[in-house]
């Protein structure tokens, strides 16, 4: 158990569908991520939010939509996805330390995401 | 192009032996490196980390070591239990100029024999 959930484990979605992914934590951290991890490649980072703020966007195709609306809570919007964005997507969280340097990163179990 | 690289994508080790995962990087303006472990199923845990003012850092069974004239650094674990047998990612972030983040390897699998 690291403090950070992801929910849900499991999901399977048609093309024409829209879902969301969510992540929560309590560790009082101040910057969340939202990581893709693909077969046989490296965990992709999709976007950052520090102090709810988004500061990094990985060239993310704009189906896939983020929203953090407060320090314990993030969203990942899902609208008409790909066979290939099937992967784990997984959440993580830090503090946030001076200079804008980010602390190790808890992650959650993930969330393995399945378009068909 | 990547960033951090682990050029073993597995390794197989016999309980008690010593583990040796390594990583190399190529972003001189990386200045802190992490090794995350990674059960099936389960996110990635945070297990040892070390700063660039370093060259060795070590917790219980697990060192890390930094070349940072080669851009190299490697995570021994010994003795290996096969309770080891996971993904091992390594990590590198600079912590200098705001906006950081963290760059993560491939990952090696390490499988520990009893």
């Known amino acids: 158990e690291t403090g950070v959930t992801q929910t849900p484990r499991h999901l399977v979605m048609g093309m024409t569908n829209k879902k969301s992914l969510k992540c929560e934590q309590h560790l009082g951290h101040n910057a969340m991520y939202w990581y893709k991890q693909s077969a046989k490649k490296p965990l992709e980072l999709m976007f950052v939010y520090s102090l709810e703020e988004r500061v990094e966007n990985n060239s993310v195709p704009s189906r896939f939509s983020p929203e953090c609306p407060n320090s314990s809570h993030l969203f990942l919007h899902l609208h008409t996805l790909q066979p290939e964005d099937s992967a784990l997507y997984l959440c993580?969280?830090?503090?946030?330390?001076?200079?804008?340097?980010?602390?190790?990163?808890?992650f959650g179990q993930g969330t393995r995401l399945t378009v068909v | 192009d990547q960033q951090v690289k682990q050029n073993s994508p597995s390794l197989s080790v016999q309980e008690g032996r010593i583990s040796i995962l390594n990583c190399d990087y190529t972003n001189s303006m990386f200045d802190y490196f992490l090794w995350y472990k990674k059960y099936p199923a389960e996110g990635p845990t945070f297990l040892i980390s070390i700063s660039s003012i370093k060259d060795k850092n070590e917790d219980g069974r697990f060192t890390v070591f930094l070349n940072k004239s080669a851009k190299h650094l490697s995570l021994h674990i010994v003795p290996s239990q096969p309770g080891d047998s996971a993904v091992y990612f390594c990590?590198?972030?600079?912590?200098?100029?705001?906006?950081?983040?963290?760059?993560f390897g491939k990952g090696t699998k390490l499988t520990v024999n009893p």
């Open positions: 993580a969280s830090s503090p946030l330390g001076q200079g804008g340097f980010f602390g190790e990163a808890f």
């Open positions: 990590a590198a972030t600079g912590t200098q100029g705001g906006s950081e983040k963290l760059v």
